[in-house]
């Protein structure tokens, strides 16, 4: 039996955080699919995993966890990998998971979400658009923080780096081409190459 | 001089958090006025202060903390005041100052900006509709929280109810009428009668 479980869904790029952190911290994990997609997380037996209805949730000796900001920082704990290294870092850690909440993955997910997932007749354009510009704002804050950086919260691959980078993989078109963020593009091949990566449809389960 | 100063404006929920956790805590402390409204923010001084160009930014012994979540985190401990007393704690209140800059404040704070900041003739309607289907998600996530509960994340109040309950306060329409939530009616009355609560628009500096 798997040490970690994790419910979530290969479309999910929050999900993928957390899966990305288990397995280039070489855990000994299996994934448990969650139909968000056919609408299962807003299903009384999945609220009661997770009243906030979202993915992922995490399963390890007998704890459940939810938001990946919270998993991604117990992992780091409970694997001892890409961990903040001081006070300081913890927070500057912190403080880019939070901002990738707030500002990064929530919009892009929303988006990508929106103009790849719903019928073509039901899109809001103006909502899409809308979103693509403050999308770019967020794109800009992120390309020039990594300017002459390696990594965006630490001089080493932290958990907040997992967290930012999610969603950029995803082949879906969002607004987003990495020929117009070279610092961005750079630091995604940086991840890609770290041993062991894999692209969130090969490592998470899906529909098909 | 103040031990801490904290660059807010009046309008900043986020900003909100962190004056509403210095004030109760019997911090000394003061404001430091960051013209938002008029792009302040976004010019190079600012930035070097925050350069995800964004208020609240907190001064405490020569250090400067952004993000509303890691400045509450860092005065709980700084001045031992509304922590959380537990690994697994600290976890629930990690997860809801998550939630609430993925769900909640992040989605108040834009669709009260669209409806009342802009001028009319430049409100993005279908934006503005679709941003309150949101917001009533997350309001019933948090209702079904409060049920039988006093506060979010713990038995006593914490840093996790400051920073879910910020924007609530704010008199301008966003499409949030306490009627229709009554267990989030009832604990913003709790929270405001915390001895030294003041509304945002007394406890932050404006524009007038």
């Known amino acids: 039996m798997a040490d970690y479980k994790l419910h979530c869904f290969a479309e999910s790029g929050h999900s993928y955080k957390a899966a990305l952190m288990l397995e280039l911290s070489g855990a000994n994990w299996e994934p448990v699919f969650a139909d968000f997609m056919n609408g299962a997380l807003r299903q009384p037996e999945y609220l009661e995993t997770n009243e906030m209805a979202e993915a992922p949730v995490l399963e390890h000796k007998g704890t459940k966890l939810s938001q990946s900001g919270v998993i991604l920082d117990y992992l780091s704990t409970s694997l001892g990998k890409f961990a903040p ?107 890609a190459a770290i041993d062991g990566w894999q692209h969130p449809y090969d490592l998470m389960p899906g529909r098909t």
Chains 1, 2 share one sequence.
């Open 85 to 191: 290294g001081s006070a300081d870092e913890r927070r500057e850690v912190l403080r880019w998971i939070l901002w990738d909440n707030h500002k990064m993955s929530s919009q892009v997910g929303l988006t990508r979400f929106l103009m790849n997932f719903l019928p073509e007749e039901k899109r809001p354009e103006q909502v899409i658009g809308f979103m693509q510009g403050r999308l770019k704002a967020a794109y800009t804050v992120l390309d020039r923080r990594l300017e002459g950086r390696d990594w965006v919260a630490a001089e080493h691959c932290t958990i907040a780096d997992f967290s930012c980078c999610s969603y950029l993989y995803y082949p879906e078109p969002f607004g987003f081409d990495r020929a117009d963020w070279p610092n961005i593009a750079a630091w995604l091949d940086r991840i």
